[in-house]
């Protein structure tokens, strides 16, 4: 055959092959033509989102802007006229608009009328300190909250749901010591109701004219609940003339007020109080749209021994989903967990629902807002934006606070400064402690609270007191033995309690110069937990390794975990191998039992403590 006709019959092939080729299954779909003509942007929308309302490809226009001479990335910022010539360049006419700050966590979504449904009202119970308040939501859930309180006063803020008739009602129950007014504030803001408890013998007090005026500034409905009605000296009508002074008047002197008479401790009233409630919330017509992203506020937020940082969230509006990507003030979270006010694990969380979410990334404030997104990744970019812009903003506001307290102390001469730094193992705690330390200033000496945060204390802690003469105040937390060592080099004095007003008074008495003597609690040593072993006739012990100071047997010791004190008491057993010991040093392997408790795990570090009398110089 000549090559000719080979060439002739290869070329036919290759037409048959590309003629079978054209079957319309083979052939790839055509490419979108872009159709749009017009388009809305923003200023600083990004090469992403512009190619986006473009139907192009990010690409396409860093091509695009390349050969304008201006070298960009898919994440950067166009400015309005690089977008208008853009658009020039595919003949689409645009139109610049102003839109929400993105990065505020503010409701910007107009809900449809047509997508409102009713949802429950939010309580908020007010009043002074040890007038029954927690006593009459405890009555209202038959449960006992009480009792996991300090002394019996609330000192973390309680969110929590209850039905009634068939009717769901949401729950806040704030602290009623003057040293919570902060939180009772931020219960006032997210409430549709306030509740003002006082009791029947005692009165109108300051923490109860607080809570009217958190009321009318919040201006939400207000009920009166007369509580202990069932003890002798209740007098209605003082309480009536009180509150008419206040500028309350009960609506048996004329006035719009309803006063309910209870007895949160036999439960008399509780029902009608309950019934109240419902008419009263009934006529405010409340409505949310479960069908969107949920957004709401933080009522209290801590670090979990266990769980890591956990946070009480109410849903304000839409519906909140377990595995949702939010920003909760500046800290990105992915739900992992997500419970109600009695424990029970939840899905989704509806308007006006209180729940406990676990899957934050640090502690975040109470009072806080919170968000949540359709994208995990513009969560992330929200709260890491978010988070910069606070950084920044502490940063000038320390700047701008130490110019004007040097400004100050020029001006006003010899004024002295007590810097406090707060941790506390609840926000709530912290913000409490702080407001209190701060009304004790005077015109002699100014109590400066430079930071009040939850979680352990650190080496961070320890530099900032360092930098600005600081003392540290711990509540219900306990510092490491490395922390403790850094602030005893830096010369930083730390003082550790459990109850709120005990560091108060100590503030107080340094203020007033009658710190002589004191008892003043010293460490001994500090052993990390290794092992575990179970013993029937003895419990648990804990093989451990002192890692600084000693051990005693017989003396006062605590349990603590992640920084939290689990248990305080006292070293029944020490035991080095198989023999009794007195004391174990640094550096050496111990066996420890403790008086009373055998929940000890590994990783837990057990603290030798005890007190000595000091006398002040």
């Not at 119970?125 to 006992?144: A, Y």
């Not at 209850?162 to 806040?172: E, G, P």
């Not at 040293?179 to 509740?195: E, H, Q, S």
Request: glycine letters at 8%.
């Amino acid at each position: 055959m000549s090559q000719k006709k080979k060439n002739k019959r290869v070329k036919g092939r290759g037409n048959q092959s590309r003629n079978k080729s054209k079957n319309p299954a083979s052939i790839a779909p055509k490419k979108k033509v872009p159709t749009v003509t017009e388009i809305e942007y923003f200023d600083g929308i990004t090469v992403t989102d512009l190619a986006e309302r473009l139907e192009r490809s990010p690409s396409e226009l860093i091509k695009l802007l390349f050969l304008m001479g201006t070298v960009v990335t898919i994440n950067s910022s166009l400015d309005s006229e690089t977008v208008e010539l853009i658009c020039m360049e595919y003949n689409v006419t645009a139109q610049k608009v102003e839109v929400i700050d993105e990065l505020a966590l503010d409701d910007d979504i107009q809900d449809d009328p047509k997508d409102l449904k009713p949802r429950p009202p939010i309580i908020t119970i007010m009043g002074h300190v040890d007038h029954g308040k927690t006593t009459l939501l405890d009555t209202i859930r038959k449960t006992n909250v009480v009792s996991d309180e300090f002394g019996g006063i609330t000192q973390h803020i309680g969110a929590y749901q209850i039905r009634h008739n068939n009717q769901l009602l949401t729950f806040l129950d704030t602290p009623g010591h003057q040293a919570f007014t902060a939180m009772r504030a931020r219960g006032a803001k997210v409430t549709d109701l306030v509740i003002i408890v006082v009791a029947a013998d005692d009165g109108m007090m300051p923490q109860t004219r607080e809570a009217i005026d958190h009321a009318k500034v919040a201006e939400v409905p207000m009920i009166v609940a007369i509580n202990k009605i069932d003890k002798p000296g209740a007098n209605f009508d003082r309480i009536y003339s009180e509150f008419a002074d206040a500028g309350i008047t009960p609506e048996e002197w004329g006035g719009d007020t309803v006063f309910a008479k209870i007895s949160a401790k036999t439960g008399e009233g509780i029902e009608d109080l309950l019934e109240t409630i419902l008419v009263a919330t009934e006529l405010e017509e409340l409505s949310a749209n479960p069908n969107r992203t949920a957004i709401g506020t933080v009522i209290e937020a801590k670090l979990d021994k266990g769980r890591g940082p956990v946070a009480t969230l109410l849903v304000q509006n839409g519906t909140l989903h377990v595995g949702d990507p939010l920003v909760v003030g500046s800290i990105f979270a992915r739900i992992r967990k997500m419970t109600d006010s009695n424990g029970r694990e939840l899905v989704e969380a509806l308007p006006s629902m209180p729940v406990e979410i676990i899957g934050l990334q640090d502690v975040p404030t109470a009072g806080d807002l919170f968000k949540s997104y359709d994208s995990e990744k513009r969560a992330r970019f929200v709260a890491e934006k978010r988070n910069i812009a606070k950084v920044e903003a502490d940063r000038s506001a320390s700047s701008a606070m130490s110019l004007d307290d040097l400004s100050r102390q020029i001006a006003e001469g010899a004024v002295q400064d007590i810097n406090i730094i707060l941790k506390a193992d609840v926000q709530g705690s912290a913000e409490a402690l702080k407001s209190s330390l701060e009304q004790l200033s005077s015109d002699e000496i100014r109590v400066n609270v430079i930071r009040a945060t939850a979680g352990t204390i650190t080496e961070n802690d320890i530099l900032l007191a360092t930098a600005s003469h600081a003392v540290i105040i711990g509540f219900n937390i306990r510092p490491t033995s490395a922390v403790r060592k850094v602030a005893e080099e830096q010369g930083v004095d730390i003082r550790l309690y459990n109850v709120i007003y005990q560091a108060i008074e100590a503030i107080e008495s340094a203020m007033k110069g009658m710190m002589a003597p004191v008892f003043e609690e010293v460490i001994y040593g500090q052993a990390e937990v290794r092992e575990i072993f179970k013993a029937s006739s003895i419990g648990t012990i804990a093989g451990s390794m002192v890692v600084d100071g000693k051990i005693f047997r017989d003396g006062k010791c605590r349990l603590i975990r992640d920084g939290v004190v689990i248990y305080d008491g006292k070293v029944l057993g020490l035991k080095r191998f198989k023999d009794d010991a007195k004391t174990v040093s640094q550096g050496y392997e111990c066996g420890i039992t403790i008086e009373n408790f055998n929940d000890i795990k590994v990783g837990d570090v057990i603290e030798a403590y005890g007190e000595e009398e000091i006398a002040q110089d």
